[in-house]
């Protein structure tokens, strides 16, 4: 019907930010559109029994969810199942309206596929974000809500702001995600320390029987996040999910000297994390991999190697609404022709 070709050259006129805005716009749209809106989910959101799991109880449909940063604000949910997704997660929000960071603060690099962000926690802040969400939940789709602290914030008082999130959205969310591994909040990638994530952990066990994930960066010495992943997960956290943005600038020529690398540039170094983590913690907890996903044959690669489910921004701005559905169709395909009969034979393959 429409080539996201020929959308995308248009798209790409705009400031990506701009771009990302239009998309926005189009998305929260959508669904008043009930009829292209009922073609595209026709389309693209892949029924198929073999791609069903249930992790802590929930229901994910296909194991390719949104990953954060895309919805910041929870006004595109109804839309995510249009675009293919199993799941979506929204946020991250801080407990306060936020500005974010000066612009221009998003980067495309087209011919390495990869983005560059800074926007450094833009949103609309919790009580906002909230209303929105009680429109929508709970959804057809599970919907995680990925927290962070203000910018203002001072590490002693973190955990506050930790807390005030998880009781505003544990109600409301399907699963909850401490993000302390965004580069854009000064200091905020110090909270990953083993102190400050046993105190999280075990106040968050206190506060809401929801599944609590902790999201990591790529950038921390391999043996020291996954020694940070077991300590989370000793302390309470349901599962990690890996990774976040990069500040190894050297992975893009020319590249920005702040904010977070994200997309194919970033796809060896968070395959190697996670499957650090995945040696350690695959069978233990549950993993979710993010980054640098784009296609069906890495997105199998990330489930072989211990991923029950995997997340997605960067490489839909480059391949478009289809990306999910051809994610999905893939992974079938390729289970097909390895004999696998159910996704979750598929999880953690590799390892076994
Ligand atoms: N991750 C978060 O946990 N919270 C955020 O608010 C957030 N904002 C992002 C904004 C932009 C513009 C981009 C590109 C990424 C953002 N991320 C955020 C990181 C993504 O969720 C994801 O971990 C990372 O981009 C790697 O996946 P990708 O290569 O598929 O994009």
Redesign the pocket.
Known sequence: MFSYKTLKKGLFLFHPETA?NLAETALRLLPKCRLLNNYLVNRNFIMDPKLNQEIYGIKFPNPVGL????D?NATMIKSMMALGFGFT?I??MTPRPQDGNPKPR?FRYPKLNS?Q?A?G?NNKGSSQVLMNLKKVYPFSIPIGA?I?KNKTTSEEFALQDYKILIRKFESFSDYL?I?I??PNTPNLRDLQNEKFITELFSMAKELTSKPIFL?IAPDMETNAAVELCKTAVEAGASGI?A???TIDYSLVPNAQDFG?L??AC??EK?YEMFKAIAKELYGKTVLIS?????DADEAYKRLKAGASLI?????MIFEGPSMVKNINEGVLELMKKEGFNNISEVIGSDLK
Do not use: R
Not at 67 to 70: C, D, I, T
Not at 311 to 315: D, F, S, V
């Open positions: 990302h990953a954060a940063g895309f910041k997660e946020g991250t998003m983005v962000n926007m926690f990925n962070g995600v993000n591994s965004s999201k999910i990774t976040n943005t977070g994200s997309g970033l796809k968070s993010v980054g640098g996903i784009s997340q997605a921004y960067t490489g």
